[in-house]
């Protein structure tokens, strides 16, 4: 039997666990981002960046924990999700990480907004999306092969 057609389970630990890596990877990714204040259009400190990160990654978390009110089962597949999507912005970020940090350049250096994306960057984001989420969704079913 191929690797792809044997039957995987995970275990809640593994679950939490990689939810686990995945929030801190999502914290790093979500700090790195060069945010402007509405206000003043200046750049935060990182200090505020650092403090702002898990926002989005909290925000989240309330799909497991919802799943979670139901049944084990619920908690099961709403970790995986969780895991899922914010390691797929963890990656996405590292991916776009010069283009971020050339906007970033810009709005630092005084311009009032960022340049605009074009449909093919938007086309090329969403292809790039799409291929990250299957890789990262089949990674993660198969860890507890990779494990034994």
């Given amino acids: 039997m191929s690797w792809w057609q044997q039957e995987t389970t995970h275990s809640l630990a593994e679950l939490w666990i990689v939810a686990g890596v995945a929030f801190v990877a999502g914290w790093v990714a979500f700090s790195s981002m060069p945010l402007v204040s509405p206000k003043s259009r200046k750049m935060l400190g990182l200090p505020a960046r650092i403090a702002l990160g898990p926002?989005?990654?909290l925000a989240a978390a309330t799909v497991p924990f919802l799943a979670s009110m139901k049944?084990?089962?619920g908690l099961s597949m709403g970790l995986k999700l969780?895991?899922?999507a914010i390691?797929?912005?963890a990656v996405l970020r590292v991916v776009y990480a010069g283009w971020i940090r050339r906007q970033g350049d810009l709005l630092r250096h005084g311009q009032r907004t960022a340049e605009?994306?074009?449909a093919a960057q938007s086309f090329l984001f969403v292809v790039a999306f799409l291929v990250v989420s299957a890789v990262v969704a089949?990674?993660?079913d198969r860890l507890p092969l990779l494990w034994t």
Avoid: A, C, G, Q
Wanted: cysteine-free.
């Fill in 138 to 140: 089949i990674v993660l």
């Fill in 82 to 84: 969780y895991s899922v």
């Fill in 87 to 89: 390691l797929v912005l």
């Fill in 71 to 73: 049944d084990v089962e």
């Fill in 116 to 118: 605009k994306v074009t």
């Fill in 55 to 57: 926002l989005p990654l």
